[in-house]
Nanobody, 115 residues
Framework: QVDLVESGGGLVQPGGSLRLSCVAS????????MGWYRQAPGAQRELDAR???????HYADSVKGRFTISRDNAKTTVSLQMNSLKPEDTAVYYC?????????WGQGTQVTVSS
């Protein structure tokens, strides 16, 4: 298990940008598959982006070209740069760390896109 702490959420206008960060505890961060998920009210949690230990990335179709996931293993941090935000991006965003068989979640950070 690893402890995850997200930050960077907030209120932004449509078309704006936010950068989310997730700091992980533990000495084997570089081995984890890291991901960012969102959960809108009344909806299931869904994957936005993930990044492997080797730096390979995968994005949901809804965020391709707008969101960029990155990691800094030295700082045990994974980030999500979100550009061209839309009202439908409004959700609580969660950081996830996965190393079989364990998965850990952060507490979530609220992102609200509204004019």
């Amino acid at each position: 298990q690893v402890d995850l702490v997200e930050s960077g959420g907030g209120l932004v206008q449509p078309g704006g940008s936010l950068r989310l960060s997730c700091v992980a505890s533990g000495s084997i961060f570089s081995l984890y598959l890291m991901g960012w998920y969102r959960q809108a009210p009344g909806a299931q949690r869904e994957l936005d982006a993930r990044i492997t230990s080797g730096g390979g990335t995968h994005y949901a179709d809804s965020v391709k070209g707008r969101f960029t996931i990155s990691r800094d293993n030295a700082k045990t941090t994974v980030s999500l740069q979100m550009n061209s935000l839309k009202p439908e991006d409004t959700a609580v965003y969660y950081c996830n760390a996965f190393l079989p068989p364990n998965a850990s979640w952060g507490q979530g950070t609220q992102v609200t896109v509204s004019s």
